[in-house]
């Protein structure tokens, strides 16, 4: 079946710096991919949607230059959480479409990425 | 808006007995999902209903649909231990899934 792979699973970092996310379907072709955001306990936050060729699609109150989305192929999408500061520690989980139901949005999940500034 | 709505917030069971989890929306689908996510990892499709269907199978699970009440109930049988999980609702608005708050399931064996 199609499978998400998500890099890296844990990524401590201090206030200040960049860090990427990369998202990469194995299988299967990904002209879209979907960027969510968890907080403990709680429901997922779609952040943007990322388009292959194309610039991403931000949900309201996003920031677009904050959190920068890159879809460089139809299999890698990446997530730069760019001057990172404490209040953006989550849990970052991306997503495709990957599975075959006719006129239905059906997700594969990466395994999630947990982010910790200091 | 948050579209889904999940009751209860947290159901603990012993293992051998049914899991019930309800999931209220607002607005109108194009299907309603579950999914399940493990701790500290991504969630994993588990059943999809269209909003022409009221009820469906999967294995141990009964998803039922109501969209004149806007509601969905996700039944899973005979629960096990390894059932242990959060499980949430998506609402399929025609192009983007919104997820509900979720219900943390804990089966004790």
């Known amino acids: 079946g199609a499978v998400v792979s998500q890099h890296p699973s844990r990524v401590i970092c201090k206030s200040g710096t960049s860090v990427k996310i990369e998202c990469r379907s194995l299988?299967?072709?990904?002209?879209?991919m979907f960027w969510y955001r968890q907080f403990p306990k709680k429901s997922l936050m779609l952040m943007a949607t990322?388009?292959?060729?194309?610039?991403?699609?931000?949900e309201q109150g996003v920031e677009k230059d904050k959190f920068l989305i890159n879809h460089a192929s139809l299999t890698l999408s990446t997530l730069t959480v760019t001057s990172a500061h404490p209040e953006d520690s989550s849990f970052y989980i991306c997503?495709?479409?990957?599975?075959?139901?006719?006129?239905?949005?059906?997700?594969?999940f990466g395994a999630g990425s947990r982010l910790t500034v200091l | 808006s948050q579209q889904g709505e999940e009751d209860p917030q947290a159901l603990s069971i012993q293992e051998g007995e049914n899991a019930t989890m309800n999931c209220s929306y607002k607005?109108?689908?194009?299907?309603l999902q579950w999914y399940r996510q493990n701790s500290g990892r991504g969630l994993v499709h588990l059943i999809l209903?269209?909003?022409?269907?009221r009820e469906k199978h999967s294995g141990r699970l009964r998803v039922t649909l109501d969209t004149s009440k806007k509601s969905s109930s996700l039944l899973i049988t005979a629960s096990r231990a390894a059932d242990t999980a959060s499980y949430f609702c998506?609402?399929?608005?025609?192009?983007?899934?919104?997820f509900g708050q979720g219900t943390i399931l804990t089966v004790h064996p």
């Open positions: 997503s495709a479409p990957g599975q075959a139901y006719s006129g239905a949005n059906v997700l594969t």
């Open positions: 299988d299967f072709q990904a002209t879209t």
């Open positions: 990322s388009n292959e060729g194309s610039k991403a699609t931000y």
């Open positions: 607005t109108s689908i194009n299907n």
């Open positions: 209903i269209r909003s022409n269907e």
């Open positions: 998506a609402t399929d608005g025609y192009g983007k899934l919104t």
